[in-house]
Structures are given as C-alpha cells and as structure tokens.
C-alpha cells in the first residue's frame, strides 16, 4: 500500500472550495477515503489518477450526487455536504458529466436557451419565450463567447463530437455560475479537438474557478495551477504540476507505470 502525503489545509479567503476528510464507503468498499484539498478562486485545479482511483465518485460527492459517509464540503464559505445538484447550482456550482448531457433534437441555441432560464426570477417563469430577456442576454453572449453563430440553428445532435462537448461547456456557463467542474472534457476527442478545448478551458478561468477530472495527463499539467493525484480512493500527492511529475510517489503509481490516461 503507497503512503499518503499528508498536508494541512490553510483557510484563506481565496479559496472557493474546500474538501475535508471525504469519505463514502458501498458496503465494506471506500471508494473515497478521507480526502482533503483546497481550490483556489479563478484558479484550475485537476485531479489526476489511474482508472478506478476515485476521481469521477469525489466529482458525484462534491456535485451532490452521492452523500458523503464521512467529511465535508464547503463552497464559498458555506457547508454544502449532503445538497442537492439542483440546490448546489442555485448556489453558484455546475457540473459536466462524461457522457455529452444535450437536448439533441433540439438546436445549440435552444439547448442555451434552455440552460440560461435558471436566470430568469420565479416570477417569470410563466411569461413567454420572448420575455425571458436574462435568458436570451446569457445566450446571445454564449454564442459570441464559444464562436456558435453559425452553429446556432443546427441540431445539437448534428454537431461533432467536439463540438458537442464544447457545448456542454457552454451549457454548464449558463446559470453564470462560481465553480465550474469539468468530468473528462476531451474524452473522445481527437488531438486538435482536445488542444482546441483545453485553450477554450484555460481562456475560462479567472472568470470562473474550475475543478477538472480530465485522463490526458500532457494537458492537465499545461492547463492547471493546481494538482491532486489519488490513488486507489485516497490523495496520494497534491502540489504545482512540476512538483506532481517529480513526485517519486506519483512516478511508482502512475507515470512509472507507462500510463498515459487518468
């Protein structure tokens, strides 16, 4: 069994989001075993690891779809153990999944307008399609923002495969949310679609704190500030990209190995 490396977490005000201990066992299986870190506002924090080591179950239980058995999360300050998805995106956090999550008989700019109406107060939620003046501001910005103009009437269904993961992306923007966590992005991606959005996720972040699974590992250490590593549930390392790949721990468990994919 590889050593953990234990770190101590400081509370800043600069971070957006802070995991402690989390843990969530099926039976007599942990598949995350108290885990801690701490992502920093505007910043791209990843998460990295071999398959089967915890990081899409970790994405389900700070995304609110599966509840913790141990540990906590807290977002912008406030403990959001245990809420819902549909309460964590009123809060500010919205998630992509690893299978492209679209209306695909419907157009780009429909799948758009549809995400953008969260916008929109209670109280108008019975006025018409044309009325809906935040929802269709967020969607004409979007469009301008991921280069969809010409894309825009086009079934979503009908677009590549790329292009669909780009606008998933796009979707998850909608509500204009605080944190952004992105489950395997580029997945299926061929190499010019993945350098395509990895530049589209880095021109993101500032504007938007973004947490990333992502399993090409050349570009979670170009793109990221910030990067954790588990290993069979557990945090094995966490530190600056450079500082991950020297990592002697990291090396025996993942890079040794001659793996290529998270």
């Not at 490396?5 to 007599?28: C, H, I, Y």
């Not at 758009?112 to 910005?141: H, M, N, W």
């Amino acid at each position: 069994m590889l050593e953990r490396q234990k770190t101590l977490l400081p509370q800043s005000a600069s971070a957006v989001l802070e995991v402690n201990g989390l843990t969530v066992r099926f039976g007599a299986l942990v598949a995350v075993n108290d885990v801690s870190f701490v992502a920093q506002r505007g910043h791209i924090t990843s998460v990295i690891g071999p398959n089967g080591a915890g990081k899409s179950t970790l994405f389900n239980l700070i995304s609110g779809a599966i509840r913790p058995s141990a540990g906590s999360v807290v977002f912008n300050g406030v403990d959001i153990t245990g809420k819902s998805p549909t309460a964590l995106m009123h809060a500010g956090l919205s998630r992509s999944f690893q299978i492209t999550n679209l209306f695909f008989e419907l157009s780009v700019y429909e799948n758009l307008r549809l995400a953008s109406q969260v916008l929109e107060p209670a109280g108008r939620a019975i006025l018409s399609i044309g009325r809906s003046t935040l929802a269709l501001e967020r969607v004409d910005e979007l469009i301008a923002q991921f280069r969809l103009a010409d894309k825009a009437h086009e079934l979503a269904g009908y677009l590549s495969h790329g292009e669909q993961r780009r606008l998933e992306i796009a979707v998850c923007l909608s509500s204009r949310p605080k944190l952004l966590l992105l489950d395997e992005p580029t997945q299926g991606m061929s190499h010019a679609d993945t350098e395509e959005t990895g530049d589209m996720i880095k021109s993101l972040a500032g504007d938007v704190s973004i947490l990333l699974v992502e399993h090409d590992v050349g570009l979670v250490m170009k793109l990221s500030d910030h990067v954790i590593v588990m290993n069979q549930g557990a945090k094995l390392a966490e530190g600056l990209p450079a500082e991950v790949r020297a990592n002697p721990a990291v090396q025996a468990a993942y890079f040794g190995q001659g793996k290529h994919h998270a």
